[in-house]
């Protein structure tokens, strides 16, 4: 079983920088992918960033693209998210998720497991 905790969220201005990390405990496999979703009220959650945890490449959504970095630190079993440039419409909550493949990592069902969360505000 694996577990994952989320860090890093708080409340910045537009225009600010973040980084989120995800840590990971627990049982890994070869060929695991991460991902990032984030959920804002009354939206549907949505993919954000993944990132394989073998080396193969990065993936986002062209709402983050440019302004977001999803990067990895297999010794320490963390996944990180920077986020530049910040803007009130990136505000919500951000989820890590992992999966035991490397295939269809913008689908949030097709994810494994799931942590809890950590809140972005963005004022204006």
């Known amino acids: 079983q694996v577990q994952l905790v989320e860090s890093g969220g708080g409340l910045v201005q537009a225009g600010d920088s973040l980084r989120l990390s995800c840590a990971a405990s627990?049982?890994?496999?070869?060929?695991?992918?991460m991902g990032w979703f984030r959920q804002a009220p009354g939206k549907e959650r949505e993919f954000v960033a993944a990132?394989?945890?073998?080396?193969?490449?990065?993936y986002y959504a062209k709402s983050v693209e440019g302004r977001c970095t999803i990067s990895r630190a297999n010794a320490k079993n963390t996944v990180y998210l920077q986020m530049n440039s910040l803007k009130p419409e990136d505000a919500a909550i951000y989820y890590c998720?992992?999966?035991?493949?490397?295939?269809?990592?913008?689908?949030?069902?097709?994810?494994?497991?799931w942590g809890q969360g950590t809140q972005v505000t963005v004022s204006s």
């Open positions: 990132i394989t945890w073998s080396g193969g490449p990065t």
């Open positions: 998720a992992g999966k035991s493949t490397t295939t269809n990592v913008a689908q949030a069902r097709t994810y494994d497991y």
């Open positions: 627990g049982r890994t496999v070869s060929g695991y992918a």
